[in-house]
């Protein structure tokens, strides 16, 4: 089946320092991926849609310099919190559709972001 | 814009009973698709079923099946002989062809011994 991962699994950085985490389709080629931030006991919210090559498309009120997406091939796309604060530490998860196969998402275990 | 309705915050079921998961969704698209998707406490989202809207036959999947009315735009969730492993957040999610998926606000499942 298609698998997603994601580094780090769980972070602990200063406020101020800035926080690279992967995402990565192990078995398949994905054009896009996404990314979402999940609060505790809330559901998941998409803050940008990554297209390999291209740039990414922001959700309203995710700011785009704060993270920062680059999706260099069709297997990574990688989420920069920079210069992070207390209150974005969340549970960050991305999502990858095969293009070749079914419209489906697969998601990426998640990584905890906590941040001091 | 799409929107996603679970209006069962929390369930509960008895192992080896059923229950269903209500959801409704609001959409002007005629082609498009739905998930249930479950969330154990490892916080993995796993996917448990896919409908295509373009499919009249419910999709099934095991325990899992799926009622799917598109003229009421309801796509509710039966879990058959639950297992205490079901025990999970559920999430519903719409999605476009080449879109991005909008999520429900869950349910919480909880399988009782």
């Known amino acids: 089946g298609a698998v997603v991962s994601q580094h780090p699994s769980r972070v602990i950085c200063k406020s101020g320092t800035s926080v690279k985490i992967e995402c990565r389709s192990l078995?398949?080629?994905?054009?896009?991926m996404f990314w979402y931030r999940q609060f505790p006991k809330q559901s998941l919210m998409l803050m940008a849609t990554s297209n390999e090559g291209s740039k990414a498309t922001y959700e309203q009120g995710v700011e785009k310099d704060k993270f920062l997406i680059n999706h260099a091939s069709l297997t990574l796309s990688t989420l920069t919190v920079t210069s992070a604060h207390p209150e974005d530490s969340s549970f960050y998860i991305c999502?990858?559709?095969?293009?070749?196969?079914?419209?489906?998402?697969?998601f990426g275990p998640g990584t905890r972001l906590l941040v001091l | 814009a799409q929107t996603v309705t679970q209006s069962q915050p929390e369930m509960s079921v008895q192992e080896a009973e059923t229950v269903t998961l209500s959801c409704t969704y609001d959409t002007s698209e005629n082609n498009y698709y739905l998930f249930w998707y479950k969330q154990p406490p490892s916080r993995q989202m796993i996917l448990v079923i896919r409908?295509?809207?373009?499919?009249?036959q419910n999709a099934t999947e095991n325990r899992f099946s799926v009622n799917f009315q598109k003229a009421a735009k309801s796509f509710s969730l039966k879990i058959s002989d639950s297992q205490l492993g079901d025990t999970a957040m559920y999430f519903c999610a719409f999605m476009r062809r080449n879109n991005d998926m909008r999520f429900g606000a869950g349910t919480r499942l909880t399988v009782k011994p």
């Open positions: 409908q295509e809207a373009y499919k009249q």
């Open positions: 078995d398949f080629q994905a054009t896009t």
């Open positions: 999502s990858a559709r095969d293009i070749a196969g079914e419209e489906t998402q697969y």
